[in-house]
């Protein structure tokens, strides 16, 4: 049963950072196209790190690799960044991501615990 | 509507896809486990390109990419070969991997058509 | 004697994709933090999917993958289009960047013939 | 100068990388191939958890990420496992993946320091 847990909560993971993924890569377009795209540039920086990280992380726990937890470890700082960046702006792609990012933090380091 | 429908049927593409690339990375880590793993090469070599193609996908419809119908036009001939092949193997990572595999190329046609 | 040809002509592609991912990635970089980063928004998505693309190649040749030939035939199109844009940026990362997406372009249109 | 040493020293982990990344790829294949594959699951694996984090890291350093060290760090750890792996088969592919991840990770413990 615990093994059944433990694929629950990976799982759980997985689908956080594929829907952090997609928000975060969603938003970096979104951004480049807002008009105060100069104001943006630390933000779509993240979005660009987030994005990659968490596909990474999608990948390693999918395949049962013996590092997921250290780049889960590594995603969900990455995620608390970039929800933090996020956070500051006020359109719907920005907010939206940020939350996501928040799930998939929490996700990720309880994957990492 | 049309945007609508498109954005229905994007997303539809994309969680395919993630479903693919998932039970790509997971299947491939079985078969190397499995103890006829020499019959099962040709397979992995297969579920290692549909697993990051289908990542790559994901990405560029995520992101709204001017290439996003090329990627899915290659992702659904390398779905569709992995598809074929899994096929050949009677164990459950392999027949559902198979299945999925198959969704995934007939959804990435569609987006790229 | 052609297994060493084709063995070469692979490594100056595969050197080509590295050398053309790293410009795109610094690129991208420096076009976030140029003032008219405005005028650059077509250029920054491009050099998203040009980076990317390299990345996917690069890794499909070096594994010697039965696709390695249809990426590179998507990475030429990507690169020739980020060449074309980053062209008309007269700053040295943009110039430098076309430079050798256009080089990648060529060693990609070699591979997929 | 000390941002021409930086850039210098960044530029030679960016090269190991790419060279470490593109030895996994074709030393996973050619393990595949090899008569033994059986006694080389832990090898594949490793290579392909390596090859993945060595083209992140390479990224990640190319854009001038604010988190290329925290990368290059958990780059260092699994390209000292690979090389430990590889380091056990005599054959040729595996004795020159290993040089090369011993020499990745190296640089990547100066580039995390």
Known sequence: MS???HTAQRQTCID???ACLQACEHCLTACLNEPDVQ???RCIQLLRDCADICSL???FMSRDSSYAKQI???CATICDACAAE???FK???CQ???DLCKKCADECRKMAA
Do not use: L
Request: net charge positive; glycine share 4%; proline share 0%.
């Open 3 to 5: 093994v059944m847990m």
């Open 16 to 18: 956080a950072c594929n």
């Open 39 to 41: 104001a943006r540039v």
């Open 57 to 59: 992380a999608s990948q």
């Open 72 to 74: 889960c470890n590594v």
């Open 86 to 88: 996020c956070g500051k």
């Open 91 to 93: 359109d719907e792609h």
């Open 96 to 98: 939206k991501c940020a």
